[in-house]
């Protein structure tokens, strides 16, 4: 299994950028498909953006689509979100998960990580 640890957040202004890591330990790190997640408060966990265990296929949420590009660094154990033109509307607590090759379901995640955007 693998253990995940976000970092990064913080509170920024709208139009703001910062970038989310998530560092993987305790197993093969390129053997897992890695996501991105969020959950607003008094909402549910939405999807933000996926990427393939080689980093070949990535797929984002509409909402983030053109502004958030997810990345992965293998060597290093490390997933990345950038999250750029920042608006009030992505503020979330932002979860990293990951999900071995072979199963359907993201089994793995991360605490989180709380993005804070003022207008």
């Known amino acids: 299994q693998v253990q995940l640890v976000e970092s990064g957040g913080g509170l920024v202004q709208a139009g703001d950028s910062l ?9 093969t ?3 897992y498909a890695m996501g991105w997640f ?3 408060p008094g909402k549910e ?7 393939s265990w080689s980093g070949s296929n990535t797929g984002y949420a509409d909402s983030v689509k053109g502004r958030f590009t997810i990345s992965r660094d293998n060597a290093k154990n490390t997933m990345y ?3 750029n033109s ?3 509307e992505d503020t979330a607590v932002y979860y990293c998960a990951a999900r ?3 199963s359907l379901t993201y089994d793995y995640w991360g605490q989180g990580t709380q993005v804070t955007v003022s207008s």
């Open 81 to 83: 979100l950038q999250m």
């Open 29 to 31: 790190f390129s053997r």
């Open 38 to 40: 969020r959950q607003a």
């Open 19 to 27: 970038r989310l890591s998530c560092a993987a330990s305790g197993d």
């Open 45 to 51: 966990r939405q999807f933000v953006a996926a990427l």
């Open 86 to 88: 920042l608006k009030p």
């Open 100 to 102: 071995y090759r072979t």
